[in-house]
């Protein structure tokens, strides 16, 4: 079993960054594929980014392409963290951002390099960060 904090969400202008970091606890973090997922208020909690178990394949939603960058530590001895880097923001990308851990590697129709982009899927939920941008 696998914990998760998510971390890092606030008040940014449009057009500035940030950096999530959602932190893992539990010793086979690396048997975890890690997706990022976001809900804004009224809205359906969609897919943000997903990264492999081993970090060496990403996925990113059509609308956070080439802004958002998903990256995961999984050295030995430190918290295993997952990053979501997030660039050139939007006032649409506000929303309460969460990271999920998958312990099934998924194969098939709608899997991406053993991750998949459905929510569903995910085993294991952080609680939230919210991030807020002003226009």
């Known amino acids: 079993q696998v914990q998760l904090v998510e971390s890092g969400g606030g008040l940014v202008q449009a057009g500035g960054s940030l950096r999530l970091s959602c932190a893992a606890s539990g010793r086979t973090f690396s048997s975890y594929a890690v997706g990022w997922f976001r809900q804004a208020p009224g809205k359906e909690r969609e897919f943000v980014a997903a990264i492999s178990r081993n970090g060496g394949n990403t996925h990113y939603a059509d609308s ?23 660039n050139s923001l939007k006032p649409e990308d506000a929303a309460v951002y969460y990271c999920a851990a998958d312990q099934d590697y998924c194969v098939g129709y709608g899997c991406y390099f053993g991750f998949t982009k459905t929510a569903p899927g995910y085993d294991y939920w952080g609680q939230g960060t919210q991030v807020t941008v002003s226009s």
């Open 64 to 86: 956070v392409e080439g802004r958002f960058t998903i990256s995961r530590d999984n050295a030995k001895n430190t918290v295993n963290t997952v990053y979501l880097q997030m």
